[in-house]
């Protein structure tokens, strides 16, 4: 996984440095062309007179309109104290107990001399 990353970068790298490449040789491409001509001026745009409003007219007064009284709303009363809700019993299970099983013991694995399979103690295998 990190070699991976490794080329990931190593790649992005790349990739950038020739992108650069291609930047340099364009902006010297646009240096060696001749002179463009002069942007053509624009023209004036003349001011615009100034628009005036006229006032506002005064605000007319409404008449208020007589409201009907709202008739009275009468909520039911809430019970002060709630009833304990009873839950059913619980099923029991029996679940049956299972044996344990008797493990064989673990087998020894014998160690490997460091001169296994060499011609002689004197001769250093690396």
Known sequence: MASFNHAFL???IFVLL???VDL???ARQLL???ALPPMPTLPVIPSLPKATLPPLPAMPTLPKPALQPSPAITLPTAPTTLPKPTLPPLPSTQIPSLPNPTLPAMPTVPKK???AGSQ???IRVN
């Open 113 to 115: 001399s460091r001169w």
């Open 120 to 122: 002689s103690p004197n």
């Open 18 to 20: 020739l992108s650069g």
């Open 24 to 26: 340099s040789l364009a």
């Open 10 to 12: 190593l790649s992005l």
């Open 32 to 34: 060696q062309i001749a």
